[in-house]
């Protein structure tokens, strides 16, 4: 669905399959292309769309089980998709509208092996210089590093349990991984490739992070699905349970402002 973001006047609507999970734009922003989130093992494709007419212009059909996690090269010649269900990641080429490459999770894996999940890559990111892919691994705890050349995977970083939507900082410098099965969140110093810093406690599934332009706070989204952990309103019930929003210091750590949000918060954008 399509919304004016200053009056949330309902401009348009397409259909983009059963379960959409990501959306992302090419930079001149007339472009969306959506995934399909789906771990039945059928379907497995994203969809292009005309953002002005909200028209499917495309189906890319074969990306692979479950795909969640969309990533555009630099160029924007090709796509990434992050596939948890399939235990890889697949490079399609947008020109072609076909899969040109696949980059299993780990080396020697087969092809789509539907049911195993014992990586689950989840969310996608690529790194400040455009060369490498960085993933993380919801089931095997770490954020796995793929040289885009190659199509290799070239390092491994742990984390802590189920690391789900993760995020640069404005100037490249560390990675920021939200653990949802720990309520934490690791710091990355991506020049050393380690864990420097971890944020405890938090309440509860921390799931997505952003930051503001100038880098100076993070803002951190929980799903909160355990109930009763609301900051206001306890409830029962993760359908009524609101969701949890941070507001962190990114220089000292310290959490700012902790507020209740929708119920099942999954996704966050800053607007700048």
Same mark, same amino acid.
């Given at each position: ?33 959506? &995934?399909?989130? /789906? ?33 555009? &090269?630099?160029?924007?010649?090709? $796509? ?6 399939? *235990?890889?990641?697949? *490079? ?13 999770? &780990?080396?020697? $894996?087969?092809?789509?092996? $539907? %049911? ?8 996608? $990111? ?20 793929? #040289? ?20 640069? +900082? ?8 939200? /653990? ?5 969140? &690791? ?9 420097? *810093?971890?944020?405890? #406690? ?33 409830? +029962? %019930? ?15 750590? #310290? ?18």
């Amino acid at each position: 669905e399509k919304y004016d973001a200053q009056t949330f006047e309902k401009l348009g609507e397409t259909g983009v399959g059963s379960q959409p999970a990501q959306i992302i734009t090419t930079r001149d922003g007339s472009t969306l292309y959506v &995934s399909n989130f /789906n771990y039945s093992g059928n379907p497995t494709f994203i969809v292009r769309v005309d953002a002005a007419t909200m028209r499917v212009t495309d189906t890319i059909y074969n990306v692979g089980y479950a795909p969640h996690s969309l990533v555009l &090269s630099k160029d924007e010649r090709f $796509l990434y998709s992050v596939n948890p269900d399939g *235990e890889d990641v697949t *490079e399609v080429d947008l020109a072609k509208a076909t899969v040109v490459r696949r980059f299993p999770i &780990s080396p020697g $894996l087969p092809a789509n092996p $539907l %049911g195993l999940s014992n990586y689950e890559p989840y969310h996608g $990111l690529l790194s400040p210089d455009g060369k490498d892919l960085l993933v993380t691994c919801r089931q095997s705890r770490e954020v796995r590093i793929i #040289n885009l050349a190659t199509g290799t995977v070239t390092d491994s970083i742990p984390v802590e349990k189920a690391p789900l939507i993760c995020a640069l +900082t404005p100037d490249g410098t560390q990675l920021w991984v939200p /653990n949802s099965g720990a309520n934490s969140v &690791s710091i990355i110093d991506l020049s050393s490739r380690t864990v420097i *810093e971890t944020i405890p #406690n938090l309440l509860t599934q921390p799931h997505t992070v952003a930051f503001s332009s100038d880098g100076k706070k993070a803002f951190v989204s929980c799903e909160n699905r355990s109930a009763g952990s609301s900051t206001h309103h306890p409830v +029962t %019930g993760e359908d009524k349970a609101p969701g949890i929003l941070y507001v962190i210091d990114t220089s000292t750590l #310290n959490i700012l402002k902790q507020m209740d949000i929708g119920s099942f918060a999954t996704g966050i954008a800053v607007q700048q």
